[in-house]
């Protein structure tokens, strides 16, 4: 019952990320009430969820492939999309906009052509906002990858994005 | 089962513990308004008609999923319960693009009746008319998004009765959608038994059988409490 289908040990042997998932569900023993711990493993690893990587979570806990959709969509958390191997997130709340965040954002867009929600086409590049990242003493916030950047300005933020596209 | 005192709508009356307000409500003739529940499926309250004023507690509360317990005093016709029934049936029909004049369940529609029962004759909200797809992928039967109320009960019999748990809902808010599978088409999907269950509970002609035109649409919700009786006897 808990053996993988043939293509998904194929599958494995090439991906380390799905081996991680593999090592999640195996420590959670397959138990359908852990998919949204399964969902964050699989989310962290890819930075979203590809339908191949659902479908094979659906299989491994025996899970309704509806629920296992369901539940993907009601958390904003989880992305059905890539977001970019780079994500530079602006904080657009109350203090970083009265400090200038929408300067940021026009000279992201001169500079890549991107709007926020978007992600450029070599996939490189996801720029998202946030209402309120709960930084006000930083603002205007921006958070580059895992890095929040505190009192940013337009220049630095895209020298930085520069640096990381160039980088990788 | 132990007896208990209750009081409904100024009536005394002694009724089974363990119920709900709606199963006691029902078996004593009083009327409740519904539109999610199915008798024998697990309620959830989602369409928030049957809501009961209850005597020491602030907030209306839905009689489908609220147990009965003794000495509560239960009002079901307060003008405040009327004024939300007909906030819920207006919001109803502004939510997704019903037209009656061209719906297979014309005349049969749980939510026409509805219309009628709480006297509803204008909509006093704007309508969204959202983008609804109408997914006729199945080879024997229609879902039409644009007739669905979201009452759930397809889900809830697809995953009780069949067991198939073809169906579910997918996003939130108001881009809430029923989805089978991996919101793949109906025809497509791999759970699927086409057993036409979710037909006979959909309360709307949101589901429907193919080859049948304006208002020839026939459903037995009853069959379905039918059979999870007749199963629980067998049991």
């Known amino acids: 019952m808990k053996t993988a289908t043939p ?3 194929a599958a494995l042997a090439k991906d380390p990320r799905l081996k991680l998932i593999a090592a999640k569900i195996k420590k959670e023993n397959y138990k359908p009430d852990a998919l949204i711990e399964i969902l964050h493993t699989a989310q962290n690893a890819y930075g979203y969820l590809p339908m191949s990587v659902l479908k094979y979570i659906t299989k491994q806990l025996h899970l309704p492939p509806s629920r296992v959709y369901s539940t993907v969509t009601f958390y904003h958390f989880f ?8 994500t530079c997130l602006v904080c657009t709340g109350t203090a970083c906009y009265v400090k200038g965040a929408q300067a940021i954002l026009n000279e992201i867009e001169n500079q890549f052509s991107l709007e926020p929600g978007q992600v450029s086409a070599d996939n490189k590049l996801g720029i998202s906002v946030a209402r309120c990242i709960g930084a006000c003493g930083l603002a205007p ?27 990788s | ?21 709606l199963e006691i409500c029902r078996e004593n003739g009083i009327e409740i308004l519904t539109m999610c529940h199915l008798k024998g499926l697990t309620d959830v309250g989602a369409c928030r008609l049957c809501l009961v004023e209850i005597e020491g507690i602030n907030k209306l509360l839905s009689a489908c999923t609220t147990k009965i317990a003794a000495n509560m005093v239960i009002k079901t016709q307060t003008e405040k319960i009327k004024r939300y029934q007909n906030i819920t049936c207006e919001l109803f029909y502004a939510e997704r693009n019903h037209v009656c004049s061209v719906c297979v369940a ?6 026409q009746k509805l219309g009628y029962k709480t006297e509803m004759d204008h909509i006093r909200y704007p309508y969204l008319f959202p983008q609804c797809n109408v997914d ?10 644009n007739r669905c109320i979201m009452c759930t009960r397809c889900v809830r019999v697809c995953a009780e009765v069949e067991g198939a748990h073809n169906w579910n809902v997918m996003n939130r808010g108001n881009k809430v959608r029923i989805i089978s599978d991996f919101d793949t088409p109906w025809g497509e999907s791999e759970t699927c038994t086409s057993c036409g269950k979710c037909v006979h509970a959909c309360p709307t002609g949101a589901i429907w059988p193919k080859a049948i035109v304006q208002g020839q649409l026939e459903k037995k919700p009853e069959m379905i409490t039918e059979l999870i009786e007749k199963r629980k006897m067998n049991l």
Do not use: Q, R
């Open chain 1, 7 to 9: 293509a998904t040990d």
């Open chain 1, 79 to 86: 992305s059905l999309k890539s977001k970019g191997d780079h």
């Open chain 1, 141 to 167: 916030a921006v958070v580059l990858d895992d890095e929040v950047l505190a009192k940013a300005t337009a220049e630095e933020i895209v020298n930085k994005i520069n640096a990381k596209i160039v980088e």
């Open chain 2, 136 to 145: 006729t992928s199945h080879a024997w039967y229609v879902l039409d998004h």
């Open chain 2, 106 to 111: 014309n005349g049969k529609c749980d939510l």
């Open chain 2, 1 to 21: 089962m132990p007896k208990i005192a209750v009081t409904i709508d100024d009536k005394k009356l002694d009724v089974d513990a363990g119920k709900t307000i």
